[in-house]
């Protein structure tokens, strides 16, 4: 189909302001001063009460930051950042830690309602049962609730902001944090590991499986923040644990900085299953304003048989540089990431994955979709390696991208490394419109073309929505919708 | 990325400006032809081969992997060979040397070096960008060559094989073809080393190819154990054009042959078959860059890789769909047998798309040979080894015989069975 005059108008007159998460919500904050220094590490430190490895630890990244340069490799494009020119610090007042959701800011607990987030306990016992959700609520810099605390406790799964964990379980943080990413990772990671704020902490020991799922919801609200979140989910020997974040923020005409951390450590037969939907604002349809998305996330399968898999739905931010990775290490782990990545308005994602192969008998699985509309860039760039010894490596790929308009681009950059000849590596990629036939076909029964397109669409990434669990898999779909509302709708 | 500020030269960059300094008063031509030569050699001089953080060279970090450079050898003495099929017309350049003799009526040859001398071959000596360090090694070193031009309405009956034979020491071709429209053409860019001295062999292929062409170019490089080899294709395909490049490698220590096109007329072909034959401790790179910038062009990449001993091998593939380049129709794959635990490849199969009616896809493998198929043959009472043999031989072959010439076929068939008769 030479994209059908009604989807090039419809493209014309897109509209990406339909975003719906985009109010602003006045709360007194507690603001650090504008800029980095050392001063604003130990104030942040200070702030959260942290112990003086700690602030050391922090040190020490900040440092070396100071002599990394902004990597430039990516296929995305943005004024450069004046990293000075940023609150590192931002936290609704008076928060110092709340006993209960009865002293949560009302206003707060409004937002998280208004972005359809159910935190009141309650609310959540009176729904069904089995889709009982724990949330961690992240609110610019600091953790406002986490629900479901108790009941979690009691089978010993430990589930908080990562600011109490370092609080109360100093001996687990240290020994993990920074061990799947270290400090001297990459330009974001090392900045965040010098000024992050918030984030959560996931602990589920020996032969435990989390008896719910957890979610944490990220909300940049402050203007001229950065967010700056570190997760750090560690699943004990036999232990399984199911992890959800989803992201907004409210629509401005600046870009504000996300440069988030998050380490995964998977130990013999775990298994991590760590799902994101994320949503910042991306941008209006001029392509002014929207999240700088700089993320690293990276799953390290440290013991034998465990299994990590990423599932992402990346429809928000006006730029995304992500690579969710595992690291096989374990003999017979397994990685997975499964993701959909739409891009609309003058929005740019490079995004993608690694598997890096270490141990013997290892298997990844990596699928990817994307779909560009508008004047968007949407580029997969993944890497797939084997070490020497790691015999049997096994990985599959495949990345299809579909394009809407055009205007828009549609990227592909694998890196396949194989350095062992047991290892079986296939890896495709197709970029192509929507079929004309399966088009056709919807519309000889009737269907009308918006709802034909959207069938399509649906079905060209069912695959990773099916990866999903269940309560998210709804809402991403809506946010699929949403996301190519006038160009698919 | 660009280094900025003075590099420490390694041996193999030292070289290469001693090198130039000594020759300089040997090169052929002057005045804009030395500039042009000048600027090149500045450019590797300042900013030195590239490595590893140069992303068109990401797996072959040319700095650590050019050890070193041999001297330029005036003395060498080679001789040719015959043609790979009987009947052709063969020009050959010994040790750098050009030579032009029995070229049939019909077709135009020149010696590069002239066209060094009187200067009309200034405008050739450019970078394609700055990590085109072929083109710069080349073009600050160029001595010869042939300029070719197949006239429109020609047809060549006969094969034309153009033999590189190095036996010692340096050279830097190039050859400048023009096509003519509704030419038709099998040319073979054949590099043979007739000895183990180490050498360092650069080739630059500008192919123009007219309207309405049917070109069939074949690069079959065999050069010797210790041998460096630096290749670049460049081509344009007219309107209606076929391109069909066989890129076969079976030789050579560090090797990287670079592909680069782009179709301007619509309706253009371009076909592309590689067969690269890896064993010792060689390093072999095929860089591959394809634009299509004219809507309704067609474009198959098949490359097919062998593995051996400590081998690395290299697949860099990038398709380019300009905007409005609407129906077109790309597809790539990269398939390796990895045949030995110490040997290595990588591959990087690209997709950059700026128009939406398309169809692009690529595809990549690396896997061992299939033990099915092992035991299918074995089950029949053919040993393991030479049932390893037949696989990979049919892994390989099936590529070669989608050529049209029988003879061609069969000569291509024969140094890939000795070349793997001696590895596997």
Same mark, same amino acid.
Request: contains cysteine.
């Given at each position: 189909m030479p994209a059908v005059q009604e989807t090039i108008d419809q493209v014309a007159l897109?509209?990406?302001?339909?975003?719906? /998460?985009?109010f602003e919500t006045k709360i007194e904050m507690d603001k650090a001063p504008k800029g980095l220094s050392e001063e604003i590490i130990r104030f942040i430190s200070n702030k959260k009460q942290e112990p003086e490895w700690m602030l050391e630890w922090r040190l020490d990244a900040y440092r070396r930051w100071l002599t990394l340069e902004e990597p430039t490799w990516a296929r995305v494009d943005y004024p450069k950042i004046d990293?000075? =020119?940023? /609150?590192y610090y931002a936290a609704?007042?008076?928060?110092?830690?709340?006993? @209960?959701?009865?002293?949560?800011?009302p206003e707060l607990l409004r937002v998280y309602e208004k972005l359809g987030i159910p935190l009141r306990e309650q609310e959540m016992l009176a729904?069904?049962?089995? @889709?009982k959700i724990a949330v961690d609520a992240v609110f610019d810099s600091v953790s406002v609730v986490t629900t479901f605390k108790e009941e979690l406790k009691k089978a010993g799964v430990i589930f908080m902001s990562i600011s109490e964990a370092i609080r109360e379980y100093p001996d687990l943080v240290k020994k /993990?944090?920074? @061990?799947?990413?270290?400090?001297?990772?990459?330009f974001y990671a090392t900045l965040n590991s010098a000024v992050f704020t918030d984030g959560s902490f996931v602990f589920v020991p020996k032969?435990?499986?989390?008896p719910m799922e957890l979610s944490t919801y990220f909300r940049i609200n402050e203007k001229g923040t950065g967010q700056f979140e570190r997760t750090l989910i560690i699943a004990e020997e036999g232990a399984y644990v199911s992890y959800l974040e989803g992201c907004t923020a409210p629509q401005r005409d600046e870009n504000q900085l996300h440069a988030a951390v998050v380490e995964l450590v998977a130990l013999d037969d775990a298994e991590i299953k760590y799902s994101t939907v994320q949503n910042w /604002?991306?941008? =209006?349809?001029?392509?002014k304003g929207g999240i700088y998305n700089f993320v690293t996330k990276r799953g390290d399968c440290?013991?034998?048989?465990s299994k990590i898999s990423w599932t992402q739905v990346e429809t928000g931010s006006a730029i995304t540089w992500k690579y969710p990775s595992c690291?096989?290490?374990? =003999?017979d782990s397994r990685g997975e990431f499964y993701s959909i990545a739409v891009s609309n308005g003058y929005q740019q994602i490079d995004s993608g994955t690694k598997m890096i192969h270490l141990g013997k008998n290892t298997s990844s699985r990596i699928v990817s979709k994307g779909i560009a509309a508008g004047f968007s860039q949407n580029t997969y760039r993944g890497q797939v390696s084997t070490h020497r010894?790691? @015999?049997?490596a096994r990985n599959f790929t495949q990345c299809d991208s579909l394009l809407i308009g055009g205007k828009c681009g549609a990227h592909t950059v694998p890196y396949i490394e194989a350095k062992n000849s047991t290892a079986q590596f296939e890896h495709e990629a197709t970029t192509s419109k929507i079929s004309e036939d399966q088009l056709f076909y919807c519309l000889q029964r009737g269907i009308p073309e918006e709802a034909a397109i959207a069938l399509i669409v649906n079905g060209f990434v069912k695959e990773v929505i099916q990866e999903l669990p269940m309560e998210f898999a709804v809402e991403a779909q809506k946010l699929i919708g949403i996301s190519l509302e006038g160009s698919v709708g | 990325m660009n280094i900025q500020t003075a590099i420490t030269m390694t041996t193999a960059e030292t070289a290469l400006v001693d090198a130039y300094t000594t020759q300089l008063g040997d090169l052929p031509g002057d005045g804009a032809v030395l500039s042009a030569r000048d600027a090149l050699l500045n450019a590797l001089k300042t900013e030195g081969l590239p490595t590893r953080r140069i992303e068109s060279w990401h797996y072959t970090d040319l700095r650590a992997l050019l050890r070193s450079v041999p001297a330029f050898d005036s003395t060498a003495f080679a001789e040719g060979v015959d043609p790979?099929?009987?009947?052709s017309t063969v020009l050959r350049i010994i040790n750098g040397k050009a030579s032009v003799s029995g070229v049939p009526d019909g077709i135009h040859v020149r010696r590069y070096g002239d066209s060094l001398v009187d200067g009309?071959?200034?405008?050739?000596?450019?970078?394609?960008?700055?990590?085109d360090a072929i083109g710069r090694i080349n073009g600050a070193f160029v001595r010869d060559g042939f300029e070719i031009e197949i006239p429109e309405d020609t047809e060549l009956a006969r094969p034309l094989e153009l033999q590189l034979v190095q036996s010692a020491g340096q050279s830097h071709s190039r050859l400048p073809v023009t096509f003519g429209a509704n030419s038709k053409a099998v040319v073979i860019e054949r590099h043979l080393s007739t000895n183990d001295a180490p050498s360092l062999v650069s080739i630059v292929s500008d192919l123009i190819v007219d309207d309405g062409a049917d070109i069939t170019w074949i690069i079959l490089q065999q050069q010797g154990a210790s041998d460096n080899h630096l290749g670049q294709i460049n081509f344009d395909l007219g309107a209606d054009a076929k391109l069909k490049l066989f890129v076969i490698n079976a030789g050579g220590k560090l090797v990287r042959q670079e592909v680069h096109g782009v179709?301007?007329?619509?309706?253009s072909d371009f076909q592309m078959r590689g067969i690269n034959l890896l064993g010792g401790d060689s390093h072999t790179d095929v860089t591959f860059t394809l634009g299509?910038?004219?809507?309704?062009t067609t474009s198959i990449e098949v490359i097919r890789n062998v593995l051996f001993d400590r081998a690395k091998g290299v697949f860099q593939g990038q398709i380019r769909v300009a905007p409005d380049a609407q129906k077109t129709d790309a597809r790539m794959a990269c398939n390796t047998? $990895?045949?030995?635990?110490?040997a290595d490849f990588s591959a990087k199969p690209e997709l950059e798309i700026f128009a939406d009616d398309v169809q692009c896809g690529h595809g990549a493998t690396v896997i061992d040979l299939n033990p099915t198929h092992l035991y299918y043959l074995q089950a029949r009472g053919i040993p393991e080894g030479k049932a390893r043999g037949m696989l990979v031989n049919a892994f390989v072959d099936e590529i070669v015989?989608? $050529?049209?010439?029988e003879a061609l076929i069969e000569h291509l068939e024969t140094i890939i069975a000795a070349w793997l008769d001696k590895h596997a």
């Amino acid at each position: 189909m030479p994209a059908v005059q009604e989807t090039i108008d419809q493209v014309a007159l897109i509209d990406v302001d339909q975003y719906k /998460y985009g109010f602003e919500t006045k709360i007194e904050m507690d603001k650090a001063p504008k800029g980095l220094s050392e001063e604003i590490i130990r104030f942040i430190s200070n702030k959260k009460q942290e112990p003086e490895w700690m602030l050391e630890w922090r040190l020490d990244a900040y440092r070396r930051w100071l002599t990394l340069e902004e990597p430039t490799w990516a296929r995305v494009d943005y004024p450069k950042i004046d990293f000075n =020119d940023l /609150y590192y610090y931002a936290a609704p007042k008076g928060q110092t830690g709340p006993k @209960s959701l009865d002293e949560v800011d009302p206003e707060l607990l409004r937002v998280y309602e208004k972005l359809g987030i159910p935190l009141r306990e309650q609310e959540m016992l009176a729904g069904v049962k089995t @889709s009982k959700i724990a949330v961690d609520a992240v609110f610019d810099s600091v953790s406002v609730v986490t629900t479901f605390k108790e009941e979690l406790k009691k089978a010993g799964v430990i589930f908080m902001s990562i600011s109490e964990a370092i609080r109360e379980y100093p001996d687990l943080v240290k020994k /993990y944090l920074g @061990s799947v990413v270290p400090t001297t990772d990459n330009f974001y990671a090392t900045l965040n590991s010098a000024v992050f704020t918030d984030g959560s902490f996931v602990f589920v020991p020996k032969g435990v499986r989390c008896p719910m799922e957890l979610s944490t919801y990220f909300r940049i609200n402050e203007k001229g923040t950065g967010q700056f979140e570190r997760t750090l989910i560690i699943a004990e020997e036999g232990a399984y644990v199911s992890y959800l974040e989803g992201c907004t923020a409210p629509q401005r005409d600046e870009n504000q900085l996300h440069a988030a951390v998050v380490e995964l450590v998977a130990l013999d037969d775990a298994e991590i299953k760590y799902s994101t939907v994320q949503n910042w /604002y991306p941008g =209006d349809k001029e392509g002014k304003g929207g999240i700088y998305n700089f993320v690293t996330k990276r799953g390290d399968c440290r013991g034998n048989r465990s299994k990590i898999s990423w599932t992402q739905v990346e429809t928000g931010s006006a730029i995304t540089w992500k690579y969710p990775s595992c690291i096989l290490r374990g =003999d017979d782990s397994r990685g997975e990431f499964y993701s959909i990545a739409v891009s609309n308005g003058y929005q740019q994602i490079d995004s993608g994955t690694k598997m890096i192969h270490l141990g013997k008998n290892t298997s990844s699985r990596i699928v990817s979709k994307g779909i560009a509309a508008g004047f968007s860039q949407n580029t997969y760039r993944g890497q797939v390696s084997t070490h020497r010894k790691a @015999s049997n490596a096994r990985n599959f790929t495949q990345c299809d991208s579909l394009l809407i308009g055009g205007k828009c681009g549609a990227h592909t950059v694998p890196y396949i490394e194989a350095k062992n000849s047991t290892a079986q590596f296939e890896h495709e990629a197709t970029t192509s419109k929507i079929s004309e036939d399966q088009l056709f076909y919807c519309l000889q029964r009737g269907i009308p073309e918006e709802a034909a397109i959207a069938l399509i669409v649906n079905g060209f990434v069912k695959e990773v929505i099916q990866e999903l669990p269940m309560e998210f898999a709804v809402e991403a779909q809506k946010l699929i919708g949403i996301s190519l509302e006038g160009s698919v709708g | 990325m660009n280094i900025q500020t003075a590099i420490t030269m390694t041996t193999a960059e030292t070289a290469l400006v001693d090198a130039y300094t000594t020759q300089l008063g040997d090169l052929p031509g002057d005045g804009a032809v030395l500039s042009a030569r000048d600027a090149l050699l500045n450019a590797l001089k300042t900013e030195g081969l590239p490595t590893r953080r140069i992303e068109s060279w990401h797996y072959t970090d040319l700095r650590a992997l050019l050890r070193s450079v041999p001297a330029f050898d005036s003395t060498a003495f080679a001789e040719g060979v015959d043609p790979l099929v009987e009947d052709s017309t063969v020009l050959r350049i010994i040790n750098g040397k050009a030579s032009v003799s029995g070229v049939p009526d019909g077709i135009h040859v020149r010696r590069y070096g002239d066209s060094l001398v009187d200067g009309v071959a200034a405008a050739d000596l450019v970078e394609r960008g700055s990590d085109d360090a072929i083109g710069r090694i080349n073009g600050a070193f160029v001595r010869d060559g042939f300029e070719i031009e197949i006239p429109e309405d020609t047809e060549l009956a006969r094969p034309l094989e153009l033999q590189l034979v190095q036996s010692a020491g340096q050279s830097h071709s190039r050859l400048p073809v023009t096509f003519g429209a509704n030419s038709k053409a099998v040319v073979i860019e054949r590099h043979l080393s007739t000895n183990d001295a180490p050498s360092l062999v650069s080739i630059v292929s500008d192919l123009i190819v007219d309207d309405g062409a049917d070109i069939t170019w074949i690069i079959l490089q065999q050069q010797g154990a210790s041998d460096n080899h630096l290749g670049q294709i460049n081509f344009d395909l007219g309107a209606d054009a076929k391109l069909k490049l066989f890129v076969i490698n079976a030789g050579g220590k560090l090797v990287r042959q670079e592909v680069h096109g782009v179709t301007t007329g619509e309706d253009s072909d371009f076909q592309m078959r590689g067969i690269n034959l890896l064993g010792g401790d060689s390093h072999t790179d095929v860089t591959f860059t394809l634009g299509h910038d004219v809507p309704n062009t067609t474009s198959i990449e098949v490359i097919r890789n062998v593995l051996f001993d400590r081998a690395k091998g290299v697949f860099q593939g990038q398709i380019r769909v300009a905007p409005d380049a609407q129906k077109t129709d790309a597809r790539m794959a990269c398939n390796t047998l $990895l045949l030995s635990d110490d040997a290595d490849f990588s591959a990087k199969p690209e997709l950059e798309i700026f128009a939406d009616d398309v169809q692009c896809g690529h595809g990549a493998t690396v896997i061992d040979l299939n033990p099915t198929h092992l035991y299918y043959l074995q089950a029949r009472g053919i040993p393991e080894g030479k049932a390893r043999g037949m696989l990979v031989n049919a892994f390989v072959d099936e590529i070669v015989e989608e $050529l049209e010439d029988e003879a061609l076929i069969e000569h291509l068939e024969t140094i890939i069975a000795a070349w793997l008769d001696k590895h596997a």
